[in-house]
């Protein structure tokens, strides 16, 4: 079943291959759309049957493949992956809906679309870390094409850089793989089996250093970062909503799956360089997005930032904080893809970008309303504003992570408040004030009447916009698919976090104790002491 999730896409890719005649763009859209909308009814179903006791991968499928080289197709589903994967077809579908009508070359474009979503939902699903890899890698070609073919004007050099940045992060991930297998004399590359490694911890150091530069170049985290602002500047709307609210996603994934859980004493090594390389990520990012006047590289710099929440709550590694990524990266998938959807409008109604020349859209007669009160919606989740979901995924970040480096979690939230300065210098240079597209000095072009918003940009920025809100008032809605898996990969690290937790050293909270779960979603079988008995505290040996 499982296997249906990456097949269903190239199902769909393989109609629009195979249409006899001219493709209409209409009818490319429609066989897409047919296809993502299968895989998220699929998912729905999953999501039915998942049982949310259970930490582990759900409804494997193993199939043996060259088992000489230890690659077998073994997926799996759990409480990581589960939100990843719907996100996934979501904003996929989302991808699709926003396409232009007039592209050219629509066959190869929708088909380049499913392909990608296919080919993170196999990265997601994959429980053998050779498949995550080929999965990883298949993406990488239809992104450099998206934005090669219908990126702007420097698009050969913005897809170029993005093709050598992510083989450099892919090399350097195979090789980590490699090495943890063949150093542990493993025979097989499953996941499980990585889990048991039991290296000297100079060779994890190594191997884990590996994996942070390799995923850390698709994050991006500072300074492995130049390539986003590039990519998001040439590529086309739909694909910016793709590569932040999705792609970037799998390097975050990464971390958490293979480096918080394939590594545990690398990872307490190192935790405290990771969390002082969040804080830089999160200070340069946002720093770097107050000097931008660009809306699309200021939005791609804050991601910059808001995915250094990420690491700093993974090295952390308490139970809280471990399921903040899963928050964050959920979240930030959400609210990116808003902005950059919203962004796109903007420049498709007034023809450009530039924060120095456009002036007062909010205006509710001719200029665009909607677009603003959205815009002004979504960067009050990503400055954390309480009720959306924003506020909840940082609240858990700087909560789990704040007892175990609490001078790191300080600066992020310094970052937190940077987001609120950027994103209110966007709102008031763009949204208001007397409608205008031109400079400051020159006076106001008052005859102007922008194009009203169409259904096709207002359908997918309100559902957006119900998802954040919801997520924000409801945090359990997500918060339950997610516990028991970080409740999981928490279990190596609680001499670790006992170890560090300063100030208050019986106060590090269970999820149960932050998300105020439902007591009936508890275990039946524990997994831990801490999730046994959500109002238990741990106590310093």
């Known amino acids: 079943m ?28 429609v066989v897409s759309g047919i296809g993502l909308a299968l895989t998220l009814v699929l998912l729905g ?7 949310l006791a259970t930490p582990g991968f759900q409804f494997e499928e193993l199939l043996p493949w ?22 996934n077809s979501l904003l996929g579908l989302v991808a699709i809906y926003i396409s232009e009508p007039t592209l050219h070359r629509t066959r190869l474009y929708y088909v380049l679309l499913l392909v990608i979503n296919s080919a993170v939902a196999g990265a997601f699903l994959a429980a053998n870390l050779l498949l995550f890899f080929i999965f990883y890698e298949l993406e990488l070609i239809p992104l450099y094409l998206l934005i090669a073919i219908w990126g702007g004007s420097r698009r050969g050099y913005a897809a170029t850089k993005f093709l050598i940045y ?24 499953d996941y499980d089996s990585g889990l048991a490694a039991a290296l000297p911890l100079a060779q994890q150091v190594s191997l884990l250093v590996a994996l942070l530069i390799g995923f850390g170049i698709k994050v991006p985290l500072f300074p492995f970062h130049t390539w986003l602002p590039d990519a998001h500047v040439e590529a086309s709307t739909p694909v910016s909503v793709l590569l932040a609210g999705v792609l970037l996603k799998l390097g975050t994934y990464g971390v958490v799956r293979f480096g918080l859980g394939l590594l545990p004493d690398a990872w307490m090594a190192l935790a405290p360089w ?23 590289k200021m939005v791609a710099y804050s991601s910059i930032g808001h995915m250094g929440y990420v690491l700093l709550a993974a090295a952390a590694s308490t139970p809280v904080s471990i399921v903040a990524t899963v928050f964050q990266m959920i979240s930030h998938g959400l609210i990116s893809a808003l902005l950059f959807l919203l962004v796109g409008v903007v420049y498709k109604a ?13 205006n509710p007669e001719r200029g665009l309303p909607f677009v603003g009160s959205m815009m002004i919606l979504g960067v009050m989740a990503s400055a954390g504003i309480p009720g959306m979901v924003g ?18 979690t300080l600066l992020c939230m310094v970052g937190s408040g940077l987001t609120a300065v950027y994103f209110l210098l966007l709102v008031n240079r763009v949204f208001f004030g007397r409608l205008a597209i031109a400079p400051p000095t020159v006076a106001p072009q008052i005859d102007i009447d922008l194009p009203p918003v169409t259904w096709r940009d207002r359908v997918p920025a309100f559902g957006l916009a119900m998802l954040i809100i919801a997520f924000g008032l409801q945090p359990n809605w997500l918060a339950r698919w997610s516990e028991n898996i970080t409740l999981a990969l ?32 508890t275990l039946p079988t524990p997994v831990s002491p801490v999730f046994a008995d959500p109002s238990a505290e741990i106590s310093l040996p």
């Not at 896409?9 to 195979?18: E, F, K, R, T, W």
């Not at 350097?172 to 943890?180: E, N, S, T, V, W």
Request: glycine share 8%; hydrophobic share 55%; proline share 5%.
């Open 66 to 87: 060259v088992e000489p080289l230890g690659l077998s197709y073994r997926l799996g589903l759990d409480g990581l992956s589960l939100p990843l994967l719907v996100v």
């Open 274 to 296: 990771m969390a002082t390389w969040a804080v830089i990520s999160v200070l340069y990012g946002s720093l770097a997005a107050i000097a931008q006047t660009d809306m699309k």
């Open 166 to 189: 992510t083989a450099l992060s892919g090399v350097l991930i195979l090789g980590a793989f490699l090495g943890l297998v063949w150093l542990s004399g493993n025979t097989s590359f």
């Open 2 to 29: 499982l296997s249906a999730l990456i097949l269903i896409p190239l199902v769909a890719a393989l109609v629009l291959i195979l249409w006899p005649g001219k493709l209409e763009a209409q009818t490319a859209k």
């Open 490 to 521: 928490h279990q190596p690290y609680q001499g670790f976090v006992q170890a560090r937790t300063q100030f208050a050293p019986t106060a590090v909270p269970a999820v149960a104790d932050t998300l105020f779960v439902d007591p009936a979603l």
């Open 45 to 51: 179903f999953l999501a039915t049957q998942f049982e």
């Open 350 to 362: 007034t023809g450009t970008r530039d924060m120095t020349v456009l002036r007062g859209l909010l």
């Open 391 to 408: 506020f909840i995924s940082e609240f858990l970040v700087f909560r789990g992570s704040f007892l175990i480096f609490p001078v790191q």
